[in-house]
């Protein structure tokens, strides 16, 4: 079934390759808190800013 799935999904696995993940993986998110990510980016410099 997976490999199916796999298939069907348009995956990008090499022919003969079934994938060992499991069929539901846990994911916990956060969201960063945009303010506090305008007062970091305002404390660095410009040669900093454009490093990145």
Same mark, same amino acid.
């Given at each position: 079934?997976?490999? &199916?799935? =796999?298939? %069907? #999904?348009? /995956? !990008?696995?090499? %022919?003969?390759?079934? !994938? &060992?993940? $499991? *069929?539901?993986?846990?994911? +916990?998110?956060? =969201? +960063? +808190?945009? =303010? &506090?990510? #305008? %007062?970091? $980016? !305002?404390? $660095? /410099? *410009?040669?900093? #800013?454009?490093?990145?």
């Amino acid at each position: 079934m997976v490999r &199916e799935m =796999q298939l %069907e #999904k348009g /995956d !990008s696995l090499t %022919e003969g390759y079934t !994938s &060992e993940l $499991w *069929d539901f993986a846990c994911i +916990n998110v956060t =969201q +960063n +808190n945009l =303010q &506090e990510l #305008k %007062e970091i $980016w !305002s404390q $660095w /410099d *410009d040669e900093v #800013k454009q490093i990145l």
